[in-house]
């Protein structure tokens, strides 16, 4: 629908588009061309926050580039001092007789840590483009507010749940046996962390969204990163926290079982209060969104079970993998975000690319300055030489390279087959975010390792 009225638009002489912040109706002219010529001739506006119109005449262009730049470059850096937070509270929880004794924990490290792509930053992606669509300018705002956080509560529960089941099927494949007590103490871990995590981060989304729009900036370049600035941290922590709580009653069982059975009614009046709003509805029961979430945590449990087999050889991948994971997909993320917004607001993909390829570049400073900031703190039992530097730089390279090109590709894919990216393709896109990181950082480690002196100081 939104596709044919595009082109009907486009079929006039000019039509009207309500601008991002709350000012009067903006009119945009469209100077037709004839058939047969290049439409990169055409003269277009776009309306961003703020209600500044940057025309694509080659002279305005560089201004847009600043200020996507001085939008997305704090989040980023936010986003990775949580990841490097996160980092080294997994470093120190790794030791820990909770993740010795019950390796699966290792599997469900990426795939919780994953929820903030599949839910939160989901959610964000679909907050950002209602706000700049206008609906959070208007009556409508908490009932968009409210429903998103049921809807998100409702999928924290079941992908946790799922995510400790296929940790658990992994667990026993690789291990060949598993107890009863294990059993419950990684699902109902991995149930309150989902849920508990969902809760707090999906009201922090709420929060930046709406503060966001208010202050005329563009949410899409703020929210998801913001979404994994405390994402990692808080979901490490609970998961940590709730895993030896569980793990001191591992001989009883009954206090897993009654916390199970208590998330699992949580679900009921949550279902019929977004039964009350038939488009969240449609958005809970769409068939394509669950497949991209559990898939989402499929591939991030991949990464945990790389995770959990090279762990013991390189202590220093502990540290490493949130920071590399979480960067490369909030980068993709925000590409993803962008890329999606544009497809609801013109029917098309941007013409011009040139953000895309910023984000890119700046993947290396942003790595190399937490690096430095982890060498200072003598954390991850890896030396930070110029060596491991570059190898670093490298495998985090690729994992962007990879990254960026397939979030347009699947935002493009989704939009074609009528879906909505906003609930299909960040999933994704943080998902293979964990595996190409987490595959780039242990080839780099074992690179290292055959390359010096065959210790686990890979950089030195």
Request: glycine residues 8%; negative net charge; charged residues 10%.
């Amino acid at each position: 629908t939104r596709q044919q009225q595009n082109q009907t638009n486009m079929s006039s002489e000019s039509f009207e588009l309500t601008p991002l912040d709350r000012g009067p109706i903006a009119l945009v002219s469209i100077e037709r061309n004839a058939p047969g010529e290049d439409v990169s001739r055409d003269t277009e506006a776009l309306i961003f926050p703020g209600g500044r119109n940057i025309e694509h005449d080659g002279e305005r262009e560089p201004e847009m580039l600043c200020s996507f730049l001085v939008q997305v470059l704090p989040s980023l850096i936010l986003a990775g001092c949580g990841m490097v937070a996160a980092g080294l509270l997994l470093d120190v929880v790794q030791h820990w007789e909770l993740f010795i004794e019950i390796s699966e924990f290792f599997i469900l490290v990426p795939a919780l840590l994953g929820l903030k792509g599949n839910l939160e930053m989901t959610m964000a992606s679909r907050l950002s483009t209602s706000a700049n669509l206008g609906e959070l300018s208007s009556s409508k705002r908490y009932v968009v507010i409210f429903h998103n956080l049921a809807v998100v509560q409702i999928q924290a529960i079941t992908v946790g749940f799922c995510a400790a089941i296929f940790s658990i099927v992994v667990g026993v494949i690789a291990h060949h046996e598993i107890n009863a007590g294990d059993v419950f103490v990684i699902t109902a871990s991995s149930v309150v962390t989902a849920s508990v995590a969902s809760a707090i981060l999906g009201s922090l989304m709420c929060l930046v969204v709406v503060t966001s729009h208010t202050c005329r900036v563009n949410p899409d370049n703020v929210a998801t990163p913001i979404a994994a600035s405390l994402g990692d941290l808080v979901t490490l922590s609970l998961l940590s926290s709730t895993g030896l709580m569980f793990y001191s009653t591992h001989d009883m069982m009954w206090p897993s079982i009654v916390v199970l059975l208590m998330f699992g009614a949580i679900i009921i009046p949550l279902f019929r209060f977004v039964r009350t709003n038939q488009t969240f509805f449609a958005i809970l029961c769409t068939k394509s969104m669950w497949v991209s979430i559990i898939t989402a945590v499929c591939i991030s449990s991949l990464a945990g079970t790389i995770l959990e087999r090279f762990v013991v050889f390189f202590p220093g991948l502990a540290v490493l993998a949130p920071i590399i994971n979480g960067l490369g997909g909030n980068l993709a993320a925000v590409n993803a975000s962008r890329l999606s917004t544009a497809f609801h607001l013109t029917g098309r993909e941007p013409s011009d690319m040139r953000s895309t390829m910023l984000l890119f570049f700046l993947t290396i400073p942003i790595s190399i300055i937490f690096l430095i900031f982890i060498g200072l703190v003598n954390a991850g039992h890896t030396s930070i030489t110029p060596v491991f530097l570059l190898g670093y730089s490298s495998a985090s390279l690729i994992q962007v390279g990879l990254l960026l090109p397939l979030s347009a590709m699947l935002v493009r894919f989704v939009w074609s087959r009528g879906l909505d990216p906003d609930n299909i393709a960040i999933p994704f896109v943080t998902a293979f975010g964990d595996l190409f990181g987490t595959s780039a950082l242990t080839v780099c480690f074992a690179l290292l390792f055959q390359l010096g002196d065959k210790d686990k100081d890979v950089g030195d």
